[in-house]
């Protein structure tokens, strides 16, 4: 399924982060989550540029980001349109170098609200972290301990321990400027500071 939104002058604008909220509905015939990619169509000789895939369970709402940094400016620049995919995350369809497939398509409702860019980078880490603290309470069940390994007046390192049994090490870090700087499994989010 394909969702178009085509802006009047520059789609993106000067925005370095494109935000979106998500509520799939029930998709028939499928008990899988749902896939959501944006793809950003430019004109003239740029290929289509496509975010990572985020997974949102059905009949649960989410929020959305893509760090647009990455893309080159002559790309943003020439954006004609902006197409939000979702599919179900069991049943991806194949696609070609626009993005499309020859999918049969699906059945049932996906509502999409608030589409639109910001700069704000405190924003994107909040959605970010929120979505990873989500996915790793219906994987884990909920933080019922943590693990402190090493306590500075900088760092904070050790394991959350989750319902399942589940450790993730983690480690939490004042920077420099002032942030603060997480990361749980791998993934680093930035809060505050110069971001």
């Known amino acids: ?84 995919a979702w599919y179900a995350s069991d049943d991806e369809p194949p696609t070609n170098s626009n993005g499309r497939g020859p999918g049969e398509g699906y059945n049932g409702t996906v509502y999409l609200d608030n589409i639109r860019t910001g700069d704000d980078p405190t924003t994107y880490n909040r959605r970010r972290w929120l979505r990873n603290r989500r996915r790793l309470q219906r994987e884990n069940g909920f933080r019922t301990d943590v693990t402190v390994d090493e306590l500075t007046d900088t760092i904070q390192r050790g394991q959350f321990v989750y319902a399942d049994g589940t450790e993730l090490d983690y480690e939490g870090r004042i920077t420099d400027d002032g942030g603060l700087e997480v990361t749980i499994d791998g993934d680093t989010f930035v809060f505050g500071g110069d971001e």
């Open 1 to 84: 399924m394909f969702t178009k939104a085509r802006g009047r002058n520059s789609l993106l604008g000067d925005g370095s982060f494109l935000f979106a909220d998500v509520l799939p509905g029930e998709v028939a015939e499928a008990d899988s989550a749902v896939t959501f990619r944006f793809r950003l169509h430019p004109r003239g000789p740029h290929d289509v540029v496509e975010s990572r895939p985020f997974s949102v369970k059905q009949r649960y709402g989410a929020g959305l980001a893509w760090d647009l940094r990455d893309i080159d400016e002559d790309v943003r620049a020439a954006a004609r349109r902006l197409e939000v």
